[in-house]
Each structure stands twice: as structure tokens, then as C-alpha cells.
């Protein structure tokens, strides 16, 4: 495989005639929601039922930060967890999903305006397996990852992302996971029992960038910080919001958007996740 071409052919065979998958974008929040069963995984769950089954998922997590793209190519991804101070419940799951070489290689020749590295040492960090483990908890899905080039700007996340526009077609339901508004600085501990307590900052942007994903207006959530005080708030770095700007990248003017586990958590925090295109 030497070119795009070779790119459209390879991933012809892996679903003919099937509908177009949605694009996910998922706000997955703590850890914990890998093991709970509550409203925000109990809708991951509830999706993985509604969505065509696919041929593999590819996930853009805000926990994969790299210099230059990079992509899992191994047979056997690993289950990485990549956090501390959880219960030991936590650090004992193991999601043993297969890779998928042969469409990490299709990926890194077919991507023509930036080079794709294959990855064999990474796996799949708690953005990816967390949620993808209540959708397919048979783990018998092939998943791969796409790493985030710290270094590039909003721009060469959204355009990266076009090019892989055809594996929709393909089979691939590809998941952004991080979090709209992600600030844990200012995480309010003593609240995170207390359902939709949000400061101001975080509702104002939360339903400013809701706003503007309905209306289509993408450069201006790529141009998130002209928003000021309020944005840098919500986005003191963008690692967690990054992923929205693939999905974004991802989808066809004309789909529609559906909003679900649109709450605030612990003052700071939104789970706010988004469905582009149809699923039922």
C-alpha cells in the first residue's frame, strides 16, 4: 500500500455496503465510570446497543499525548492504567480487545498531509477502554488508538481528522473522548455529590460550545481561546478537548447532533457528549 488509493481499496474490504457509522464524542470523566454502573455508563452502554456493530473502533483519547501522530498497530493492545489513588478494583480490569495491524498500516500510508507513525508499545490508556468496555464488553471488537500531537495547533487535529472520513463508511465507529470543560484545579470535591452544581464559567462555555456545534460553526470552537476569561477557565489546556475537534473534523455538514450525559460534575467538569450522525 503506496498511496490513498491503495488506502480506499484496503478499507473496502472491510465492510461493503454498510451504512455510514455515527461519530462519537464522549466525555468520560473519572476512571471509575470504567467499573460504575450510573447514568453516564449506563448510556455508553445503551449506545454500544443502538450503533451498527462495527468492524473496529478507533479512539482519540486526550490520554495519548505525542510529538508527531502515532497509531497502536499491535495484535494485542494492552490495558493501561494510566492514573492513581483508585480502589484496586480499578487497576485489576483488563479489557483484551484484539488490535487491528493491517488497518493501523491502511491509516499510516493513507494519511497523506501528515505522517502516521505505527505504534507498538502504547495500548489503550482509561480514556479508551473505560468506555468502550460497557459498549463492547465481549472485548471481541478490534480497537486502535490515535495519539494527539501536542504540539499542533486546533487546526491540524480538524483537518487530520477529515481524512479519515471514509473509514466511517467502512465499519469504524471512531470515538474523541475527553471532556468539553475539563478543569481539575478547580474541582469542587466537597460537591461531586451534588447532582448539576456547576459554576458559572463552566455552564456559560459548556452551552456556548453546545451552541455552536448545533449551528455548524466549527472555526470558532477551533479558535476556542478568543472566548476569554471563561474559556481559559474551561480549557486551561486543551488535552481534553482536543478529541471534540476530530469528531467535528468527522462529520457531514448535514447530520444531526444528539447530545447525551449533557451534566456538570464537581463544579468543573462536564460530561456533555455528543452522537453526529444517525444510529437507530
Known sequence: ??????????TSSLKEGGVQMPVLFV???????GI???????????????????????VISAHWLSRGTRITAMDFPRTIHDFGGFPRELFEVQYPAPGH???????????????????????????AWTVVRHM???????????????GQSPQYHYELAKELHDLRQKGVLIIGSGNMVHNLRMVAWDKLSEPEYGYDWAIEMNEQFKQLIINGN??????????????????PTPDHYLPLLYTLGLKS??????????????????????VFGEYK
Not at 1 to 10: C, Q
Not at 262 to 271: A, F, R
Open 1 to 10: 500500500m503506496n498511496n490513498l488509493g491503495d488506502f480506499k481499496r484496503f
Open 27 to 33: 466525555g468520560h470523566g473519572s476512571p471509575m465510570n
Open 36 to 58: 460504575e454502573d450510573n447514568v453516564f455508563s449506563g448510556y455508553w452502554k445503551k449506545l454500544g446497543q443502538e450503533i451498527p456493530h462495527p468492524t473496529a473502533v478507533l
Open 101 to 127: 495491524p493491517d488497518l493501523a498500516k491502511a491509516i499510516e500510508e493513507g494519511v497523506s498531509t501528515v505522517n502516521v507513525a505505527l505504534d507498538h508499545e502504547w495500548g489503550l490508556d482509561h480514556g
Open 136 to 150: 463492547y464488553p465481549d472485548a471481541a471488537i478490534p480497537v486502535l488508538q490515535l495519539s494527539i500531537d501536542y
Open 218 to 235: 466549527h472555526r470558532a470552537l477551533m479558535d476556542y481561546h478568543k472566548f476569554g476569561k471563561a474559556a481559559r477557565l474551561a480549557i
Open 253 to 274: 455538514e448535514a447530520e444531526p447532533t444528539t447530545f447525551f450525559n449533557d451534566k456538570v460534575v464537581g463544579g468543573s467538569l462536564t460530561m456533555t457528549s455528543a
